[in-house]
């Protein structure tokens, strides 16, 4: 498995192919990535255990263990840790291109 460091948290790769990438996904207590859109796939995330707060195209909700959202492709998302302890997610991405150079940043806690 591959495995990234982010300043947020970590990441790892659990499945990839042509047509998916599937990661697991650690975000940090108080931690959040970046506000960010891609032009070539959408996701699904499945929240796993933690507490955090998803914006999504503008609007703010909580969710927690056994939530899940789609995002489609092009919409504005992020994902901030609320709680105390690490939120761990799963990620199921589909589309046509899933490098990393696909997320624009609107907002960016970490100036990259």
Request: charged share 30%; glycine share 8%; proline share 2%.
């Amino acid at each position: 498995m591959d495995e990234d460091v982010r300043p947020w948290g970590r990441y790892e790769i659990l499945s990839e192919s042509s047509d998916h990438k599937v990661k697991r996904i650690v975000v940090n207590a108080g931690a959040r990535f970046s506000y960010q859109r891609h032009q070539h796939r959408s996701e699904h995330w499945f929240i796993v255990s933690g507490d955090a707060k998803v914006t999504h195209e503008g609007l703010e909700f909580e969710m927690s263990a056994g939530d899940s959202i789609d995002i489609a492709q092009g919409e504005l998302h992020r994902l901030a840790n609320i709680g105390s302890e690490p939120v761990v997610f799963i990620e199921v991405q589909s589309g046509s291109y899933f490098g990393e150079d696909d997320i624009e940043r609107i907002e960016d806690d970490y100036n990259r």
